[in-house]
């Protein structure tokens, strides 16, 4: 989020003015940022039956993924398990995605993209879209949620892909008189269909299905499904482990090691998956941990860990610990796939990008299932990431770079941009907008 700014103002009332009044008060309004993403707004010296309207604009940058952009509207707030206690069996996430005591909404949406698109789409509501020409702005599409869809139970997820999908490495450069200048790097590799499928090498891959009561209410059988959709993709001469995770942690075969993911130990997991049900506290780290440390990574094979989870916590620091140690062991993710109506985007994207893996997010009567599976499913084990190890480096002694994010860089991943954002100095002036620029990168 780069950018929030508030306006309010009173609306007309139909009512007559007193002759007398005391001079209003100056109406204050208060934005406290709650959680990274979470907001509270509140707005005193309001009259009695006055009515009051409030504007909240802000900005983002659009994530672009496998030839899309993706624009997310939250709707639902996560309702986070407290796992900065011990874990107990008695302890339970009460999670519910069913939010008609709320308001309902209306959603309208003006997509000016500046560039040719393919018609917008949105993933998990109803909406009516057309679309009109204008002079200076091409064309426009508008989106307007239909009434049937007035509950605000799910996140507004609004999709679109670009007409020409064949975007060059970019630089962009920007720098005031006298001052230290900003840069945006955007590398483009080619998404997972211009890829194509090819030979691979025998991976381990850990699933860990979480189980808490947090995943009542229909995403438990989400996360199943996406599940056995993710292990028809298995060899033979793949290894398998599946864990599931409450306040508990416990394997489908009561083993710490891998098996071939042969038809019969295939069969005997989704036996065991369909016995499970939710229950007890989202101890996400004790699973996180398990599956890094008990399930033992075999000599010369890539492990991957694969975690199915509505990552309903409060406490996302000793996650992002395990994260950290889950990269010093060589050969070694963490790909996370975010499930339910309330999942915590902002903590399903971190891990997986800590862990030097990639993120998805299945969202409850999500159109896109078989699309976003078979996505996250060629990354985790057909695709793997194109480009490890990145460095950048920049040509010329006069230019140099400081402040760099993210830092080290992330693998690059096909269909997903890397996008490195940094200050740079240098003796000569930089006009705003793109400029080119040398760069290198050293795959070992």
Known sequence: LEFIR??????????????RHPPPLPRLLRLIRAKQ????????????????????????????????????????????????ETPSSSSSSSSSSDSRKL?????????????????????????????????????????QLNKKDKYPNRD?????SVVDRGVSPMVYLQRQAGRDGTFLLVLNPPDTETLGSGERAPADIVFVLDRSASMRGGSLEQARNALKYLLEGLAPTDGVQVLTFDHEVESFDNQKEFSDATPAILGNINTYLEKITPRGGTELELAIYA???????????????????????????????????????????????????S?????????????????EVLLPGEHDIP??????????????????NIQLKWQGQSFSAHSVYPSPLPSLFSGQPLQIFGRFSAPVDVTPGAATLKTQLTIP
């Open 6 to 19: 508030v306006l309010f103002r009173p609306l007309p009332m139909h009512k007559t003015t007193p002759k």
């Open 37 to 84: 993403y979470l907001f509270t707004m509140s707005v005193a010296n309001i009259k009695p039956g006055e009515m009051i309207e409030v504007h909240m604009r802000y900005q983002e940058k659009l994530p672009y993924d496998d030839g899309e952009f993706r624009f997310v509207f939250p709707m639902v707030a996560p309702d986070a398990y407290d796992n900065s």
């Open 103 to 143: 308001n309902d909404v209306s959603i309208n949406v003006n997509v000016k993209p500046g560039v040719a698109i393919h018609p917008p789409r949105s993933l998990v509501h109803d909406v009516t879209i057309t679309n009109k020409k204008d002079d200076s702005e091409g064309e426009i599409y508008n989106v």
């Open 156 to 160: 507004f997820v609004l999709a679109y």
């Open 291 to 341: 599956a890094h440390t008990s399930v033992v990574q075999r000599k010369g094979r890539e492990k991957a860990i694969c975690l199915i989870t509505d990552a309903a916590i409060a406490d996302h620091t000793r996650a992002f610990a395990l994260c950290d140690d889950i990269v010093k062991q060589e050969h070694t993710r963490l790909y996370v796939l975010g499930v339910g109506a």
């Open 343 to 359: 999942v915590d985007r902002l903590l399903v994207s971190k891990l997986a990008s800590k862990g030097q893996g990639v993120s």
């Open 371 to 388: 699309a976003t599976c078979k996505r996250f499913r060629k990354r985790l084990m057909e695709g793997g990431p194109l480009i490890t």
